[in-house]
């Protein structure tokens, strides 16, 4: 076993897995978009190991993130066009 062994692309998942965690902690919709390029390294790791359960998973994670990221900014122009 060597550290690049999947060519660094599970350190790069692991990587904007934990940026994304933290940022979302401090409600900042950024980690939502860090997750999902997270979710896309850790779908390439399925395909590098023959996960179907990861890449599925991912997929689902992904989706998930994505109408986080829509949702908050949905409710983020309605507090706008109330402040207004």
Do not use: H, P
């Not at 934990?18 to 902690?25: E, H, M, N, R, S």
């Not at 359960?53 to 900014?73: E, H």
């Amino acid at each position: 076993m060597t550290a690049f062994q999947y060519y660094g692309i599970d350190w790069l998942a692991m990587t904007f897995t934990f940026l994304a965690i933290w940022q979302i902690g401090n409600k900042n919709r950024i980690g939502f978009v860090l997750m999902m390029t997270g979710n896309s390294c850790w779908i390439a790791m399925g395909f590098l190991t023959d996960s179907l359960a990861m890449i599925i998973a991912n997929i689902i994670f992904f989706l998930m993130n994505l109408r986080a990221v829509i949702k908050w900014s949905a409710a983020e122009d309605e507090s706008l066009e109330n402040t207004a």
